[in-house]
């Protein structure tokens, strides 16, 4: 993978990207959004056999997060 490559995943998405996800079948979003960072998560997890897997898991793809610029806040009501 070229340099250019991995700035992309590391970015956060643009408009241009959201729109192009929108318009994805359900398995191809989240093959290209969710699976690669779960996996390396998975793998990380495999590897620290922590006594909250759960926890461990949750805490690894908030760290690791490539649009964290980009998450929406949670509404209050």
Do not use: C, F, W
């Not at 250019?4 to 996800?21: C, W, Y």
């Not at 922590?50 to 461990?56: K, S, V």
Request: overall charge negative.
């Amino acid at each position: 993978m070229s340099e250019e490559g991995k700035e992309n995943t590391e970015a956060p998405m643009t408009l241009q990207d959201k729109l192009k996800s929108a318009a994805l079948p359900t398995r191809a979003y989240l093959d290209e959004t969710v699976v690669p960072l779960l996996l390396q998560g998975l793998m990380q997890l495999v590897q620290v056999r922590p006594e909250n897997p759960i926890e461990y898991l949750a805490s690894y793809l908030l760290q690791h997060n490539p649009n964290k610029a980009a998450a929406p806040e949670p509404e209050q009501e």
